[in-house]
């Protein structure tokens, strides 16, 4: 894990802000969904990207029943 040597304090509401270089570093825009992991003692943001629950493709993905399946292998699951 690469040290950005950032630091910010946690408001009484439990927000951070990301300063606006890590933000366009990362292709992170305004409303985007962030993911939330727990590591041990760490807290890991990461963009969200539905992906395909069987390929991991990012593309045409639909949501059926609570799950992302993507075009490709929603066709090979009606055959």
């Known amino acids: 894990m690469k040290?950005?040597?950032i630091v910010r304090k946690v408001d009484e509401l439990g927000?951070?802000?990301l300063p606006i270089e890590l933000r366009r570093t990362l292709n992170i825009a305004e409303r985007?969904?962030?993911?939330?992991?727990v590591d041990g003692n760490?807290?890991?943001?990461k963009k969200y990207e539905p992906c395909c629950l069987f390929c991991?493709?990012?593309?045409?993905?639909?949501?059926?029943?609570?799950?992302n399946i993507c075009?490709?292998?929603?066709?090979e699951l009606r055959k």
């Open 15 to 17: 927000r951070i802000v």
């Open 42 to 45: 760490q807290v890991i943001l």
């Open 56 to 67: 991991n493709s990012a593309k045409d993905v639909q949501v059926y029943k609570g799950r």
């Open 3 to 5: 040290s950005t040597g």
């Open 32 to 37: 985007d969904a962030l993911e939330i992991y």
């Open 71 to 75: 075009g490709d292998c929603m066709a």
